[in-house]
């Protein structure tokens, strides 16, 4: 669990993998080591305020070398919302995001369809698995080149698509991709707010955490 | 640059100065004059007209204000009463919670988003000061008409500033209220809540202890932003406003601050600090003259070494600056290493600017020359005082007897579905999600409720099933016709609304929202809304914590409707015990709770449909809210209850139909009999609630209503699957057409 100044669901996210049998570990943005963890989790949040662009200045933290070689090998790594930002910006995933189409923050619970359930993170779910999870970001539309795109719907890298409504403008209701590999992942929507009824909007995200930590879910 | 020394103020005892420009008294000057013994310097001078602002000082509601203190009620859940930057309740377990609400109209008004965005990150540190973690934010808001012009300007930017702040601070927004009223276009309410949690170990206060200590700047630089705000922008309506003293908003960094939050926690969790302050309002100038009046004394600050975004600031206007995210430590020699450490992890900015002393004076020196040199309680605490003259409005008993008895009233079930429509699409009551969509309510992982729900509720912590609930409520248009029972009403509105998700009210806090003092007619309305407030929180058992007094919302000669804005919090020993809004179970029973009478001053009915309002509002039954409270918080506890919605603005209609749209849920209503149905359906008496309760319930719930005395009247049943809300004999109308109206409003303002 990496914290960037202005990450702001760290916490949320080391919830997530306690609740899945994990054992999460803090890693700092200005510490390059990865303490010899077995996956990664970039939180959600506002890096460095996000001035510049979102996540453009993350990318430059020391602890991002380490992550980027180490994905690169392999390594499980999983964006939610900044943390998507940041592995765009790096380049372990295509595209970029940018501002939502209507121009405003949008917190709301969202529906998705699951379609790629090979990665690292999705193993748990059936493919074409409809889930809820909370979306909220103000910088949420994933935007590439046609090619881009359609090599992506190709090779059948288009991890999650909104449905009932995209959210933010979204190219072809992309909510999250992965890389060639499937270890690496980049998601918009919160699942790590979807672990309990009680504070979430129910418990379809556990999927992704338990995917990792290998119980069924 | 010429200097002004206190050598220099010595030997030029005639020079005149910008008193009045400053927003000092003739008078006032005078006082300062006989405190130094001379003039004060100008730096000194720039301290003393923003310390004895009305907006730092209190000095036109203090006389009254004391009454929140002597009618206090006996309670054991205070652990820091009024006085603090919060006040603090003890939550059980040895868990303590820390809130207060806070206004930044004018700024608002000025520029929306900065204006809101600051009033946020304000109050965050408020909070964060006591030594708590902030973990929730609240918005009370009230605007000009929704079809005004500028409310076009206004509303979306206030919405993105809070939203901008709060969500990058990771702050879930849980609740508040948005109202529109035409007294609010030249003067917008913003007025924002936090609330912190921590052990009570954990508190931290703002004083400057022990000779020798080391005084800390830490946080953003110190720019030219918001010099004179607090001053300025709290002294002196707009439409007399000298061009020399418009308002200069500050500029917001919600980056900075989290930073600064972060920071602050690792420095409280290693105890690196005696003391501690925010700077807000009257920046510096407050933050040193404060800590040094609490603590031992005496402080000495090096004005060369504060670090400056701008450096050609001159003293006076480093004192007066009110730019963001700083904070002001007192820390111990053999802390200091430590803690200059831990801000350096955080790359916070962190400067020694100052040592305490025991001389009983807080001298500054700028250049080498000594600039200020006074006793710090006569900036803080021993300003002027004011007994304002109060009088009852002319045209109070007019607008009170003329209470709309004879408007025209719909008939038959027709008229009655018509107005129920218009109602629910009216601003006041429509949806707000355009609003509340764009706030993150997730982050932290604790929020249990949020908006639209009756009151916020968020879990302590992982390690603790126990909880807070939280509203802020308050209604202008009840105040105007009664401020004394105004106060009370928003008070019990708030106090119900944290009972009906099944927690147990404790303590409340304070945004008196009112136009010029000077205007004895305002006066009266506030004196009249502090003696409710403190009368009716003695009754209820709930003292008052803290708060804030916002003066001089008018424009021109026309003041806003008094507006006292009032949260209570309450502790929940059990969050998965939690009742929410929704109707939910199908086949449950749907109960209404307490008395319908003919009320219909000042109600929503009666602006929307005739823009009226005069008469007598809702009577106050404070006795009657704390039964239906406990009977709400028993039968929650017990499990007995699916939901609970309090009953309010726009009446049992509008509770009806907030409950089934929330659980998108039908249901059939048979209204009680020996009512008008129109006075059932659209009074807003208060003290009631509805209540669904399932089946294998009923008989329990019932006996604990009549074992308490409460009125419950079985009015009707859930149909989970059913299309629409029915009322028998009435009418029929379904959820999608009430969703419709509801939903579309806002939206087709803003888009």
Redesign the interface.
């Given at each position: 669990m990496v914290t960037f100044?202005?990450s702001?669901?760290d916490?949320?996210a080391a919830?997530a993998v306690r609740a899945a049998g994990g054992e999460p570990v803090a890693l700092w943005h200005a510490d390059p080591s990865l303490h010899d963890v077995d996956a990664v989790i970039l939180p959600?949040?506002?890096s460095?305020?996000?001035?510049l662009r979102a996540g453009a200045i993350a990318r430059f933290a020391p602890v991002m070398e380490s992550l980027v070689s180490a994905a690169r090998d392999g390594l499980p790594v999983l964006g939610i919302c900044n943390g998507f930002q940041v592995l765009c910006e790096s380049h372990l995933l295509p595209g970029a995001l940018v501002g939502n189409a209507g121009r405003?923050?949008?917190?709301?619970p969202q529906s998705l369809r699951v379609e790629n359930v090979k990665t690292s993170w999705t193993s748990g779910y059936r493919a074409g698995q409809e889930i809820v999870v909370?979306i909220?970001n103000?910088d949420g539309m994933y935007v590439a080149d046609d090619r881009t795109l359609d090599k992506l719907e190709a090779d059948a890298r288009i991890v999650a698509r909104y449905r009932l409504g995209n959210p933010n403008g979204s190219y072809r209701d992309i909510a999250g991709i992965t890389n060639k590999a499937g270890n690496v992942v980049g998601l918009m929507p919160?699942p790590?707010?979807a672990i309990d009824p009680?504070?979430?909007t129910g418990a379809d995200g556990l999927g992704f955490f338990l995917s990792l930590t290998g119980v069924a879910a | 640059m010429s200097i002004d020394t206190v050598e220099q103020a010595e030997q030029t005892p005639d020079q005149s100065q910008p008193s009045k420009e400053l927003g000092l008294a003739d008078d006032e000057y005078r006082q300062i004059r006989e405190i130094l013994g001379r003039r004060p310097t100008s730096s000194e001078l720039a301290i003393y007209s923003v310390m004895w602002s009305e907006h730092c000082s209190y000095k036109s509601s203090k006389v009254h204000l004391r009454q929140f203190g002597d009618k206090a009620p006996k309670t054991d859940a205070l652990l820091v009463g009024m006085g603090e930057n919060a006040g603090v309740v003890d939550a059980g377990d040895g868990w303590a919670v820390t809130f207060k609400i806070e206004s930044h109209n004018h700024p608002s008004y000025v520029e929306p988003y900065q204006g809101a965005a600051t009033g946020v990150g304000g109050i965050v540190r408020d909070i964060l000061t006591m030594g708590a973690r902030p973990v929730a934010v609240m918005d009370s808001l009230r605007f000009g008409r929704l079809d005004a012009p500028d409310t076009a300007r206004v509303l979306p930017g206030v919405v993105?500033g809070i939203?901008?702040y709060g969500?990058?601070?990771?702050l879930p927004n849980i609740g508040g209220e948005v109202y529109f009223d035409e007294s609010y276009l030249g003067n917008p309410l913003v007025n924002a809540l936090c609330v912190g949690v921590m052990r009570t170990d954990g508190i931290k206060l703002a004083k400057a202890d022990g000779p020798g200590n080391k005084v800390v700047l830490f946080g953003a630089r110190t720019g030219g932003d918001g010099i004179g705000g607090a001053s300025v922008l709290a002294s002196a309506t707009f439409d007399d406003a000298k061009p020399s003293k418009r308002p200069s908003v500050q500029v917001g960094?919600?980056?900075?601050e989290?930073?600064l939050i972060?920071c602050c926690l690792e420095i409280f969790a290693a105890d690196l600090v005696v003391g501690i302050q925010d700077l807000g309002a009257a920046g510096l100038s407050c933050a040193t003259t404060e800590l040094a009046a609490a603590g031992t004394g005496g402080m000495d600050v090096d004005l060369d070494v504060v670090p400056l975004r701008d450096p050609t600031l001159a003293p006076e206007e480093i004192l007066m600056s009110e730019s963001q995210e700083r904070m002001m430590a007192v820390v111990t020699p053999e802390r200091l290493d430590d803690f200059l450490n831990v801000c350096a992890k955080?790359?916070v900015t962190a400067t020694v600017i100052g040592t305490v002393t025991d001389t009983g004076r807080l001298r500054m020196t700028w250049r080498g020359e000594t600039i200020v040199d006074i006793p710090p309680r006569t900036a803080a605490h021993e300003g002027p005082v004011y007994r304002r003259p109060t009088e009852r409005p002319f045209d109070q008993d007019a607008i009170q007897a003329h209470d709309g008895s004879s408007l025209p009233r719909p008939r038959g079930g027709d008229e009655l579905r018509k107005t129920l429509l218009r109602l629910v699409a009216s601003p006041n009551l429509a949806d707000k999600s355009w609003v509340?969509?764009?706030?993150?309510?997730?982050?932290?992982?604790?929020?249990?409720l949020a908006q639209p729900e009756d009151a916020g509720m968020i879990?302590l912590d992982?390690s603790t099933p126990r909880g807070i609930a939280l509203s802020v409520d308050g209604n202008g248009r009840y105040s105007k016709l009664d401020p004394y029972a105004g106060a009370q009403l928003a008070l019990a509105e708030a106090y119900r609304n944290v009972a009906a998700t099944g927690a147990r009210p404790l303590a409340v806090t304070n945004c008196l929202n009112f136009g010029s003092p000077e205007d004895p007619a305002v006066m009266w309305q506030f004196a009249e809304a502090v003696r409710g407030l403190a009368d009716g929180c003695r009754q209820l058992g709930t003292p008052v914590t803290g708060g804030n007094v916002s003066f001089y919302n008018q424009t021109g000669s026309s003041a806003i409707l008094p507006t006292p804005v009032i949260g209570v919090l309450g502790v929940i020993d059990d969050?998965?015990k939690r009742i929410p809004q929704a109707f939910r179970s199908d086949g449950a029973a749907i109960y209404l709770l307490g008395d319908t009478r003919d009320e219909f001053a000042g109600s929503e009915w009666a602006y929307v449909v005739h823009g009226y309002l005069g008469g007598r509002p809702p009577a106050v039954d404070l006795a009657r809210e704390q039964l239906l409270a406990s009977v709400l918080i028993d039968a929650g506890r017990d499990g007995l209850l699916d939901s609970a919605h309090d009953v309010s603005e726009g009446g049992l209609a509008q509770a009806l139909v907030e409950a089934a749209l929330r659980g998108d849920s039908g249901a059939r209503i048979t209204l009680p009999e020996g009512l008008d149905p129109f006075v059932a359906l659209f009074s807003e008496s208060t003290a009631r609630a509805v209540v669904s309760v399932s089946r294998p319930h009923e008989a329990a719930f019932a006996e604990l209503c009549a074992d308490r005395g409460l009125p419950a009247a079985r009015i009707g049943t859930i149909d989970v699957l059913g299309p629409s809300l029915e009322i028998d004999g009435q009418f029929t109308v379904a959820l999608r057409e009430l969703r419709a109206a509801w939903k579309g409003t806002l939206p087709a303002r803003f888009g």
């Amino acid at each position: 669990m990496v914290t960037f100044p202005g990450s702001l669901d760290d916490r949320d996210a080391a919830r997530a993998v306690r609740a899945a049998g994990g054992e999460p570990v803090a890693l700092w943005h200005a510490d390059p080591s990865l303490h010899d963890v077995d996956a990664v989790i970039l939180p959600g949040g506002f890096s460095y305020g996000d001035y510049l662009r979102a996540g453009a200045i993350a990318r430059f933290a020391p602890v991002m070398e380490s992550l980027v070689s180490a994905a690169r090998d392999g390594l499980p790594v999983l964006g939610i919302c900044n943390g998507f930002q940041v592995l765009c910006e790096s380049h372990l995933l295509p595209g970029a995001l940018v501002g939502n189409a209507g121009r405003k923050f949008v917190c709301r619970p969202q529906s998705l369809r699951v379609e790629n359930v090979k990665t690292s993170w999705t193993s748990g779910y059936r493919a074409g698995q409809e889930i809820v999870v909370p979306i909220k970001n103000m910088d949420g539309m994933y935007v590439a080149d046609d090619r881009t795109l359609d090599k992506l719907e190709a090779d059948a890298r288009i991890v999650a698509r909104y449905r009932l409504g995209n959210p933010n403008g979204s190219y072809r209701d992309i909510a999250g991709i992965t890389n060639k590999a499937g270890n690496v992942v980049g998601l918009m929507p919160h699942p790590e707010h979807a672990i309990d009824p009680l504070t979430g909007t129910g418990a379809d995200g556990l999927g992704f955490f338990l995917s990792l930590t290998g119980v069924a879910a | 640059m010429s200097i002004d020394t206190v050598e220099q103020a010595e030997q030029t005892p005639d020079q005149s100065q910008p008193s009045k420009e400053l927003g000092l008294a003739d008078d006032e000057y005078r006082q300062i004059r006989e405190i130094l013994g001379r003039r004060p310097t100008s730096s000194e001078l720039a301290i003393y007209s923003v310390m004895w602002s009305e907006h730092c000082s209190y000095k036109s509601s203090k006389v009254h204000l004391r009454q929140f203190g002597d009618k206090a009620p006996k309670t054991d859940a205070l652990l820091v009463g009024m006085g603090e930057n919060a006040g603090v309740v003890d939550a059980g377990d040895g868990w303590a919670v820390t809130f207060k609400i806070e206004s930044h109209n004018h700024p608002s008004y000025v520029e929306p988003y900065q204006g809101a965005a600051t009033g946020v990150g304000g109050i965050v540190r408020d909070i964060l000061t006591m030594g708590a973690r902030p973990v929730a934010v609240m918005d009370s808001l009230r605007f000009g008409r929704l079809d005004a012009p500028d409310t076009a300007r206004v509303l979306p930017g206030v919405v993105a500033g809070i939203g901008g702040y709060g969500n990058c601070l990771g702050l879930p927004n849980i609740g508040g209220e948005v109202y529109f009223d035409e007294s609010y276009l030249g003067n917008p309410l913003v007025n924002a809540l936090c609330v912190g949690v921590m052990r009570t170990d954990g508190i931290k206060l703002a004083k400057a202890d022990g000779p020798g200590n080391k005084v800390v700047l830490f946080g953003a630089r110190t720019g030219g932003d918001g010099i004179g705000g607090a001053s300025v922008l709290a002294s002196a309506t707009f439409d007399d406003a000298k061009p020399s003293k418009r308002p200069s908003v500050q500029v917001g960094d919600p980056f900075a601050e989290k930073v600064l939050i972060e920071c602050c926690l690792e420095i409280f969790a290693a105890d690196l600090v005696v003391g501690i302050q925010d700077l807000g309002a009257a920046g510096l100038s407050c933050a040193t003259t404060e800590l040094a009046a609490a603590g031992t004394g005496g402080m000495d600050v090096d004005l060369d070494v504060v670090p400056l975004r701008d450096p050609t600031l001159a003293p006076e206007e480093i004192l007066m600056s009110e730019s963001q995210e700083r904070m002001m430590a007192v820390v111990t020699p053999e802390r200091l290493d430590d803690f200059l450490n831990v801000c350096a992890k955080w790359d916070v900015t962190a400067t020694v600017i100052g040592t305490v002393t025991d001389t009983g004076r807080l001298r500054m020196t700028w250049r080498g020359e000594t600039i200020v040199d006074i006793p710090p309680r006569t900036a803080a605490h021993e300003g002027p005082v004011y007994r304002r003259p109060t009088e009852r409005p002319f045209d109070q008993d007019a607008i009170q007897a003329h209470d709309g008895s004879s408007l025209p009233r719909p008939r038959g079930g027709d008229e009655l579905r018509k107005t129920l429509l218009r109602l629910v699409a009216s601003p006041n009551l429509a949806d707000k999600s355009w609003v509340t969509d764009q706030y993150d309510r997730f982050v932290l992982g604790h929020t249990v409720l949020a908006q639209p729900e009756d009151a916020g509720m968020i879990r302590l912590d992982d390690s603790t099933p126990r909880g807070i609930a939280l509203s802020v409520d308050g209604n202008g248009r009840y105040s105007k016709l009664d401020p004394y029972a105004g106060a009370q009403l928003a008070l019990a509105e708030a106090y119900r609304n944290v009972a009906a998700t099944g927690a147990r009210p404790l303590a409340v806090t304070n945004c008196l929202n009112f136009g010029s003092p000077e205007d004895p007619a305002v006066m009266w309305q506030f004196a009249e809304a502090v003696r409710g407030l403190a009368d009716g929180c003695r009754q209820l058992g709930t003292p008052v914590t803290g708060g804030n007094v916002s003066f001089y919302n008018q424009t021109g000669s026309s003041a806003i409707l008094p507006t006292p804005v009032i949260g209570v919090l309450g502790v929940i020993d059990d969050v998965a015990k939690r009742i929410p809004q929704a109707f939910r179970s199908d086949g449950a029973a749907i109960y209404l709770l307490g008395d319908t009478r003919d009320e219909f001053a000042g109600s929503e009915w009666a602006y929307v449909v005739h823009g009226y309002l005069g008469g007598r509002p809702p009577a106050v039954d404070l006795a009657r809210e704390q039964l239906l409270a406990s009977v709400l918080i028993d039968a929650g506890r017990d499990g007995l209850l699916d939901s609970a919605h309090d009953v309010s603005e726009g009446g049992l209609a509008q509770a009806l139909v907030e409950a089934a749209l929330r659980g998108d849920s039908g249901a059939r209503i048979t209204l009680p009999e020996g009512l008008d149905p129109f006075v059932a359906l659209f009074s807003e008496s208060t003290a009631r609630a509805v209540v669904s309760v399932s089946r294998p319930h009923e008989a329990a719930f019932a006996e604990l209503c009549a074992d308490r005395g409460l009125p419950a009247a079985r009015i009707g049943t859930i149909d989970v699957l059913g299309p629409s809300l029915e009322i028998d004999g009435q009418f029929t109308v379904a959820l999608r057409e009430l969703r419709a109206a509801w939903k579309g409003t806002l939206p087709a303002r803003f888009g």
